[in-house]
């Protein structure tokens, strides 16, 4: 569970839905590279996947987020990965754990190659966009999420649900 739907609305081709996610407990890695993502999955993978937590992706769904992100004046940038765990579980070398608030979310779907909505950057920014012309207002408190939903895929077959934080908002 940790997650509940609260409702769907589809603006031109791309579905949008409004999700509160539960607070939890997540395992952190994060590298800063040029394409830091596949040293992050790397530190990710070694440490989860001997533990079996791939095998059960509903418990323990896996979150990223640039950190710090992409800028003009430097050719590398940062990415984290997150992992829900159970409650217990402590941080030990590179691997920090922390608690996550959670929050309501505008979230859609997009596969990491070959999106009929386009890139992933041009998919965060209709979903940016579905927010400005929804109730809801951007809440950036909090920075926004990729959720993989199927960790371990070939980098070409990879889908992604992104989470855009937004506040909820008056009527429409």
């Not at 081709?13 to 999700?19: C, F, G, I, M, P």
């Not at 309501?104 to 386009?118: E, K, M, Q, S």
């Not at 965060?124 to 993989?148: I, M, P």
């Amino acid at each position: 569970m940790g997650a509940e739907e609260t409702g769907v609305r589809d603006m031109s081709e791309l579905s949008v839905r409004t999700v509160r996610l539960d607070p939890m407990t997540v395992a952190t890695f994060r590298a800063v590279a040029e394409n830091p993502e596949p040293a992050a999955w790397s530190m990710l993978q070694a440490w989860a996947e001997p533990q079996g937590m791939f095998d059960d992706v509903s418990s323990h769904p896996v979150y990223g987020f640039n950190n710090p992100g992409p800028s003009p004046d430097r050719s590398d940038y940062g990415y984290e990965f997150w992992i829900k765990v159970s409650d217990g579980v402590e941080s030990s070398g590179d691997v920090q754990v922390r608690d996550f608030e959670g929050g309501l979310y505008a979230v859609t779907t997009c596969a990491l190659a070959g999106d009929p909505n386009g890139t992933v950057p041009e998919v965060w920014l209709q979903l940016l966009h579905w927010v400005q012309e929804s109730k809801h207002e951007w809440r950036r408190t909090t920075h926004e999420l990729e959720k993989l939903v199927n960790p371990g895929a070939e980098e070409k077959d990879i889908i992604l649900e992104l989470y855009l934080p937004i506040e909820p908002g008056g009527p429409t």
